[in-house]
């Protein structure tokens, strides 16, 4: 559905009572009995899986896969896939300039991304009552996994030209891989950007920052935001690289503090985060999240751009019981702050 | 090698990143190569043998390839296993290169569980006396450490190397 997104993500800021955005999708595979083989391999389980977490969670919108093997697998990456993980990618692609010279930039829609976009439009039409965000990894996280993510830490420094070729194609091409999103009918796209989260503050400038803002600058408009997100550990460092991009809203994983990013970042720029997916949702009790987001929102709720999230993709075999303590917990906590007014 | 232990400390204060760390472990290896004929020609030998890998069903190995290279750094030999490294590997390679420690690095929750694996496949094996399980990651803590009877476990590459060292020379 065509939304004003920048007139939405305001209304979020601008809401006393907010809603949380997590990232929530894999988790589906339970409600629906079905593997996560089977659900990266067909769209319709795709699609129906969104809807079905939008109908049991109220959450401020709706949130697709965080499959960071699709991208990589299209450029010719070997993928490792389990019943119960999120599948993910082995070996490298690219070793050497040459090989970068050579890569192809593959076609939107070959390999698993046709499914991919054809969920999502499939989800777009099933949920009307809130936004829906496709999800895709950041150029630098891409990059790494063409050439491996050890090596391309080496080549930064040894053969920096290599690694700026194979960011300049894999950026050209997520690009075009957006725009089918965007034609689809999401009404964002997360862009999960971790590899970068390692690097120093300059050297994300250089390697990662500009090549994301190029792409929420062909992407980015009143009808479509671009989210950020990186769980990396070094984020609070380079937030002024990071905000430079220019994303709608930031999201941001369980290695820093909410609070260091939030008095760092201007007011009305939103920031998400950080409930720790694998140690609670995944690993903890209704319990343990319940105190986990209290004290989240004790901490962060007085900053008016702060919306909860998880400080990642939730694992799909995380507990619902916990996920859904997450949203309830989450609501208590803005009611009473509304009845004490 | 003092060297190392300055990258090590600014490392941790956050005052520079893995691949700051990795650059300048990968100089210290190197440098470290052009001198062992040379030291080995007056009679020091590498003082230690090491496995390392990231367990079965993880394929995260940044980390691990910090804790290596600095391992190698301080002379130690080390035989790098890879990813999604299934538990008889560890036990095989210890046994038929005759290694004194094996590392282990798991970085999912979901994989931990494989650690207590190895350490009974070890156990099974009859090489657990002699041969030291040492074990990281980001979620991995010293009491799972102490809960799955692995010997040691460290928060960061540099201590992983000090504590490698200090293992070779007791056993
Ligand atoms: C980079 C990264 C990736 C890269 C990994 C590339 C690679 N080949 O390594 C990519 C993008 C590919 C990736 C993929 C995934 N990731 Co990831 N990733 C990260 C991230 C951002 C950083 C990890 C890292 O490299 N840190 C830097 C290194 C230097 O630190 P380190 O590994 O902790 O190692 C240090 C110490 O722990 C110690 N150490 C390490 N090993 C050892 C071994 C021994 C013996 C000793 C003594 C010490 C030691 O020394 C090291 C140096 O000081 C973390 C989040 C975070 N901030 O930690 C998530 C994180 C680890 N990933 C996570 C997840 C869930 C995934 C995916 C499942 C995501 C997905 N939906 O696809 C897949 C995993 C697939 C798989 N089966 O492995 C979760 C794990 C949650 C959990 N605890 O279970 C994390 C914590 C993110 C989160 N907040 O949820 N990831």
């Known amino acids: ?341 | 090698m003092a060297g190392m232990n300055v990258v090590g400390v600014k490392f941790k204060n956050n005052e520079i990143f893995v691949p700051e760390v990795l650059v300048a472990a990968r100089a210290m290896n190197q440098g470290a190569a052009l001198l062992k004929p040379l030291l080995a020609a007056e009679g020091a030998k590498a003082s230690g043998r090491v496995c390392i890998g990231t367990v079965k069903g993880d394929l995260h190995d940044i980390g691990k390839n910090l804790v290596k290279m600095m391992i190698e750094g301080k002379g130690l030999e080390v035989i790098d296993l890879g990813t999604d490294v299934p538990p008889e590997k560890f036990i095989s390679t210890a046994i038929e290169q005759n290694c004194q420690i094996i590392g282990l690095s798991a970085l999912l929750t979901t994989t931990m569980p494989v650690m207590r694996e190895v350490v009974e496949a070890a156990k099974a094996a009859g090489i657990r006396d002699h041969v030291k399980i040492m074990i990281g990651g980001a979620p991995v803590t010293q009491a799972f450490c102490d809960e799955i009877g692995a010997d040691v476990y460290t928060p960061d590459a540099p201590s992983a190397a000090e504590k490698a060292v200090e293992l070779c020379r007791q056993l």
């Open chain 1, 1 to 341: 559905m065509n939304r004003n997104m920048k007139k939405w993500l305001e209304e979020l800021r601008q809401s006393k009572t907010k809603k949380p955005l997590p990232v929530l999708s894999f988790p589906a595979v339970q409600l629906m009995g079905i593997s996560v083989p089977e659900l990266i391999s067909d769209s319709d389980l795709q699609a129906e899986g969104m809807k079905r977490i939008t109908d049991r969670v109220n959450s401020a919108a709706s949130v697709s896969l965080m499959d960071l093997s699709v991208e990589a697998e299209c450029f010719g990456a070997n993928i490792v896939i389990s019943d119960n993980e999120v599948p993910t990618v082995k070996g490298a692609v690219v070793t050497s300039f040459e090989e970068a010279e050579a890569l192809e930039i593959p076609a939107v829609g070959t390999c698993r991304t046709g499914i991919y976009i054809d969920g999502i439009r499939k989800a777009v039409e099933k949920i009307s009552d809130r936004p829906v965000f496709a999800g895709m990894i950041g150029p630098y996280s891409l990059a790494g996994r063409l050439l491996e993510v050890t090596e391309i830490m080496f080549l930064c420094y040894d053969e920096p030209e290599t690694v700026q070729l194979v960011l300049n194609k894999v950026t050209e091409f997520l690009i075009a891989y957006g725009k089918a999103y965007k034609e689809a009918g999401a009404n964002g796209i997360l862009i999960a950007e971790p590899l970068a989260g390692l690097l120093s503050p300059s050297m994300m400038d250089v390697f990662s920052s500009p090549y994301v803002k190029r792409i929420v600058d062909a992407l980015q408009d009143e009808n479509f935001l671009v989210l950020y997100h990186n769980c990396g550990n070094n984020t609070v460092q380079s937030l002024d690289s990071i905000l430079s991009i220019g994303a709608a809203a930031y999201h941001f994983g369980n290695a820093v503090s909410m609070k260091d990013v939030l008095n760092r970042v201007p007011e009305n720029t939103v920031v998400m985060g950080n409930i720790d997916p694998a140690g609670e949702l995944r690993h903890g009790t209704p319990d343990s999240v319940r105190t986990a987001v209290r004290k989240l929102l004790e901490e962060c709720s007085g900053y008016s751009n702060f919306v909860i999230s998880s400080g990642c993709d939730i694992p799909p075999m995380s507990k619902w019981e916990n996920i859904d303590a997450f949203f309830d917990e989450t609501a208590k906590f803005y009611q009473e702050g509304v009845l004490k007014q």
